[in-house]
């Protein structure tokens, strides 16, 4: 069973900067990409970066330029870097893996909480 820990979040002012981790407890699949994803209050979760197998990489385009996904898969691991923080980007963070949008696994993570305030 997959397991995936968030980790990283916290309190920033805007325009400020955070890296988000998460740790995945077993060696994903090496067809799978890996996806940080966000879900804010009232909304839902969505997929804000991808990284694909390949290395290649994608994002919503309220984060381009600003966020970047990268992973160390000798440590299971995906980080999402994040800078020029704005408050709309305030939401909990969750990472998973998938081989396409909408089929990832079914156990999420607990998330970490990123919160963009003055």
């Known amino acids: 069973q997959v397991q995936f820990v968030e980790s990283g979040g916290g309190l920033v002012q805007p325009g400020g900067s955070l890296r988000l981790s998460c740790a995945v407890s077993t060696r994903i699949p090496s067809n799978y990409a890996m996806g940080w994803y966000r879900q804010a209050p009232g909304k839902q979760r969505q997929l804000v970066a991808r990284?694909?197998?390949?290395?290649?990489?994608d994002y919503v385009d309220s984060v381009k330029g600003r966020f970047t996904i990268s992973r160390d898969t000798d440590k299971n691991t995906v980080y999402l870097r994040m800078s020029a923080l704005k408050p709309e980007d305030t939401a909990v963070y969750y990472c998973?893996?998938?081989?396409?949008?909408?089929?990832?696994?079914?156990?999420w993570g607990q998330g970490t909480q990123v919160t963009v305030s003055s």
């Open positions: 990284i694909r197998p390949a290395g290649s990489t």
């Open positions: 998973n893996a998938f081989i396409f949008p909408g089929q990832e696994y079914a156990d």
